[in-house]
């Protein structure tokens, strides 16, 4: 099993920036590949960013590009998200999640198979 937990949510104006964090323990060895995912109320969960373990390949969503950095410490078994230029409509409950077997897309929001119980990020204008 996998225990993923966030850290770094809150509460800014738009135009600032947030930091989160999301530390892994447990069986953390067999780790393909970590994202982050964000549900807004009344919506779908949907992809933000994900990096692969090993290689530190990363992806994005089109609506995060050149605002979001996805990065991870390997050693400590921690991905971090650094966004800037926030925005009102990024305002969200933010999960961090862990892919085991790579074998789907970074983007699908199924490929993983451990969540983090989510952090607030609310944006105000």
């Known amino acids: 099993q996998v225990q993923l937990v966030e850290s770094g949510g809150g509460a800014v104006q738009a135009g600032g920036s947030l930091r989160l964090s999301c530390a892994a323990s447990?069986?953390?060895?067999?780790?393909?590949?970590m994202g982050w995912f964000r549900q807004a109320p009344g919506k779908e969960r949907d992809f933000v960013a994900a990096?692969?373990?090993?290689?530190?390949?990363?992806y994005y969503a089109d609506s995060v590009k050149g605002r979001f950095t996805i990065s991870r410490d390997n050693a400590k078994n921690t991905v971090f998200l650094q966004m800037n230029s926030l925005k009102p409509e990024d305002t969200a409950v933010y999960y961090c999640?862990?892919?085991?077997?790579?074998?789907?897309?970074?983007?699908?929001?199924?490929?993983?198979?451990?969540w983090g119980q989510g952090t607030q990020v609310t944006v105000s204008s």
């Open positions: 447990g069986r953390t060895f067999s780790t393909y590949r």
């Open positions: 999640a862990l892919d085991v077997r790579g074998i789907r897309g970074a983007g699908i929001r199924g490929a993983y198979d451990y």
């Open positions: 990096i692969s373990w090993s290689m530190g390949n990363t």
